[in-house]
């Protein structure tokens, strides 16, 4: 199982821009998936997280400016991001929580290559 992220580039104080991230590989299904950031010398956060059935949690920072949503039939998750702010540029991860059968049901979490977002004051 893969996952692939995109969206992320260069954007103005106040902008927007939409994330991408999509599973692939193999026959799974997926759980919750969710988005986390890392800038420069920082740990990586938590920015929002959507479970199967549509439930979302936001990080303080973000909540109100960023939406999550999913396409289960596409196995894709989105992060809308508006009202972007120069404390936004960081590199977005996705994860998600893949369940797979292999002998038994088991469920692993993977993550994306991150995509970098970049907010210029």
């Known amino acids: 199982v893969q996952l692939q992220a995109s969206g992320g580039g260069l954007v103005q104080a106040g902008g927007s821009l939409r994330l991408s991230c999509v599973a692939s590989?193999?026959?799974?299904?997926?759980?919750?998936m969710g988005w986390y950031r890392q800038a420069p010398r920082k740990q990586r956060e938590l920015v929002a997280t959507?479970?199967?059935?549509?439930?979302?949690d936001y990080a303080d920072s973000v909540n109100g400016r960023f939406i999550i949503s999913r396409d289960n039939a596409k196995n894709t998750v989105y992060l809308q991001m508006d009202s972007l702010k120069p404390e936004d540029t960081a590199i977005y991860y996705c994860?998600?929580?893949?369940?797979?059968?292999?002998?038994?049901?088991?469920?692993?979490?993977?993550w994306g290559q991150g995509t970098l977002v970049t907010v210029s004051s």
């Open positions: 994860n998600a929580e893949i369940r797979q059968f292999n002998g038994r049901w088991a469920s692993t979490p993977y």
């Open positions: 959507i479970t199967l059935l549509g439930s979302t």
């Open positions: 590989g193999g026959t799974f299904t997926v759980n919750t």
